[in-house]
């Protein structure tokens, strides 16, 4: 009898990252640790690219006096140009 299919989802992040050359970060930007797998990492929080961790680092200056409504407005824009 064949052994167990190993998934996408069974795979650790270290075989992945070599099998496709890319680097895996969590949403903060830290990087992914390489023991875990990759079915409890999806579970847990989305995983990003090197593009997508470049892009979620933008960071909105404001005056600090503004109110929060200003704040919301021009996070909201950045939002829709990401898309």
Do not use: C, F, W
């Not at 009898?1 to 650790?12: I, V």
């Not at 990252?17 to 409890?40: F, I």
């Not at 006096?65 to 829709?80: A, E, H, M, Y």
């Amino acid at each position: 009898m064949a052994g167990l299919r190993k998934m996408r989802s069974d795979k650790t992040v270290k075989s992945i990252e070599k099998e496709l050359g890319v680097s895996m970060y969590k949403k903060d930007g830290t990087k992914q640790p390489k023991n875990k797998v990759l079915g409890t990492i999806r579970k847990e929080e989305e995983i990003l690219s090197v593009d997508q961790k470049a892009a979620s680092k933008r960071i909105v200056k404001v005056h600090p006096k503004s109110n929060p409504s200003t704040v919301k407005k021009v996070v909201k824009s950045l939002k829709t140009i990401k898309k």
